[in-house]
């Protein structure tokens, strides 16, 4: 098992940037695959999005074409932390993001059998 928390949400200005953060503890020692998700305020569970991906290595890394060229995932294995630099942020950003741990690279949502709460982002206009 493992359990991961979400920080850094918070509102912003269309065009500004937040950094999202995920601690993750448990089982630390599997090789997870990470994943940002989200969830627009409405939207029903099964509708969430896939934002990005990483491997564990850090080598590979995937992203959702709304958000190619804005958001960049990374992770520090030694740290145990998974992080989200959103840049150039719109309206249409605004949901509840989520921290996503699995065991295959994708960018499927139901892939993913770990997650955290969930941190709002809103993006006014």
């Known amino acids: 098992q493992v359990q991961l928390v979400e920080s850094g949400g918070g509102l912003v200005q269309a065009g500004g940037s937040l950094r999202l953060s995920c601690a993750v503890s448990g089982r630390t020692s599997n090789s997870y695959t990470m994943a940002w998700l989200r969830q627009a305020q409405g939207k029903e569970r099964e509708f969430r999005e896939f934002?990005?991906?990483?491997?564990?290595?850090?080598?590979?890394?995937q992203y959702a074409t709304s958000v190619k060229g804005r958001f960049t995932i990374s992770r520090d294995n030694a740290k145990n932390t998974v992080s989200l630099q959103m840049n150039s942020l719109k309206p249409e950003d605004t949901a509840v993001y989520y921290c996503?741990?699995?065991?295959?690279?994708?960018?499927?949502?139901?892939?993913?059998?770990?997650w955290g709460q969930g941190t709002q982002v809103t993006v006014s206009s």
């Open positions: 996503a741990a699995g065991f295959v690279f994708t960018n499927s949502p139901g892939r993913y059998p770990y």
């Open positions: 934002v990005a991906a990483i491997t564990w290595s850090g080598g590979s890394t």
